[in-house]
């Protein structure tokens, strides 16, 4: 039976909050009506969005994404605004849940409460689907006894986050359609379009340009399983150097600093980890955790190791009673404005606000990079489409143009 959250207020005008189970809407305003209470909002948490969904049964592979996180933050976080234990909170969200694996998660996590676990404790059993981030901030607010603000102040940056990746994602959509059509338009003209025009070339006995040599070799090439063999240990075996090269301080930091200075990506890449360790780091202090110990957490969450070098001067820093906003202007990654509103936030004593407000202020310029970015790379994708087509097709009538002039 479906569970719905009530606000409301009693005659006496006090705010009532709590759940009731019934089969629709129209049965609990009916039962709340009966009992005097005046309604302040009804809500289903199984229906809070129409494009959210706890219904992850399709999941590739059954995995837990990052959008079943979000959802269950966000659920689980107006149950236990709603008045609801979390035993009752998460047997609702047990029941919901479709993805198999999350649900055992869920029914674990549940277990170890029961047992006599916290909740962080229960979720720390799971570190691969609860990052330290939920975690810590979990544990801070059960410490400071306010765990229902803490998982709306989790929601909200989770749900950031997951817009972010979304609006990143569709985006790019449409460039990769284009190149993926492309991609498949240039395999059919060279491996079955140009070895016709071949034949009839060799006929005549005229010798073919250089450019449709070029091309033909590559369609036959296409056409050996030697070739994939080939394609398959040059891409894993790339990927595997990139990755272990990648793994070391040096080779975090060459590839980190590449990715800043790439043109128009490079602002886009920048801002995005700016927001995230902005974010992170002003979640985690408004939620009682300790400043070193949320610079702890922080350190990799942006996903760039210049930042992390930051991060460690900043404790360094905070250690010898030095502010924060020292080792940041050491960093041309923080631009001064975002140095200047740490250091007045430091100074005033309101530094998890102002980390909040630069997190909105980049995610509004992720936003408007993104949608400046996809203006300019869609028609240059189409540029690139039809340059690449061009090349395929000259190469196919180059070689009448000998012929003609072969004849005259």
Do not use: C
């Not at 606000?7 to 809407?25: A, H, M, P, Q, W």
């Not at 570190?127 to 306010?146: C, D, P, Q, T, W």
């Not at 059919?188 to 009839?200: A, D, H």
């Amino acid at each position: 039976m479906p569970v719905f959250a009530y606000k409301v207020k009693n005659s006496d005008g006090e705010l009532i909050t709590g759940v009731l189970e019934f089969n629709n809407e129209e049965e609990v305003i009916k039962e709340l009506r009966n009992k005097n209470y005046f309604i302040i909002d009804i809500t289903q948490p199984s229906a809070l969005d129409k494009n959210l969904s706890l219904k992850t049964g399709f999941s590739l592979f059954n995995r837990v994404t990052a959008r079943d996180l979000t959802i269950f933050t966000r659920q689980f976080s107006i149950l236990i605004n709603s008045g609801m234990s979390l035993i009752e909170a998460l047997g609702v969200l047990i029941d919901q849940t479709v993805n198999k694996k999350f649900k055992s998660i869920l029914i674990d996590v549940r277990n170890n409460i029961e047992s006599g676990l916290s909740l962080s404790e229960a979720l720390q059993k799971h570190k691969n689907i609860f990052s330290k981030l939920f975690v810590s901030m979990i544990n801070a607010g059960e410490m400071g006894g306010v765990l229902d603000k803490t998982l709306n102040d989790l929601a909200i940056f989770l749900e950031k986050e997951n817009d972010i990746q979304i609006k990143i994602r569709n985006k790019t959509a449409y460039p990769k359609f284009v190149m993926s059509f492309a991609f498949v338009v240039v395999l059919v003209l060279i491996i079955f379009i140009i070895p016709i025009f071949q034949s009839s070339y060799e006929s005549l006995g005229a010798q073919l340009p250089l450019l449709t040599r070029i091309v033909i070799n590559l369609g036959k090439a296409l056409k050996t399983i030697w070739f994939y063999i080939g394609a398959i240990i040059v891409f894993f075996g790339g990927r595997y150097l990139i990755r272990k090269a990648a793994g070391t301080p040096k080779g975090k930091y060459f590839f980190d600093n590449i990715k800043m200075h790439l043109p128009k990506f490079g602002d886009l890449i920048r801002k995005i980890a700016l927001s995230r360790f902005a974010r992170t780091l002003g979640i985690l202090l408004s939620a009682g955790v300790p400043i070193l110990r949320s610079l702890e957490i922080v350190k990799g969450v942006s996903n760039n190791i210049i930042i992390d070098n930051a991060v460690n001067e900043i404790k360094d820093s905070i250690r010898s009673g030095e502010n924060i906003a020292i080792p940041l202007s050491r960093y041309n990654i923080f631009p001064p404005m975002f140095i200047q509103m740490v250091n007045v936030g430091e100074k005033s004593g309101t530094l998890d606000v102002m980390l909040n407000k630069v997190a909105d202020f980049y995610d509004n310029e992720i936003a408007s990079s993104i949608d400046i970015l996809m203006t300019v790379l869609e028609p240059l994708m189409l540029l690139v489409v039809a340059a690449i087509i061009a090349i395929v097709v000259v190469a196919m009538y180059l070689p009448m143009f000998r012929i003609y002039q072969y004849i005259s």
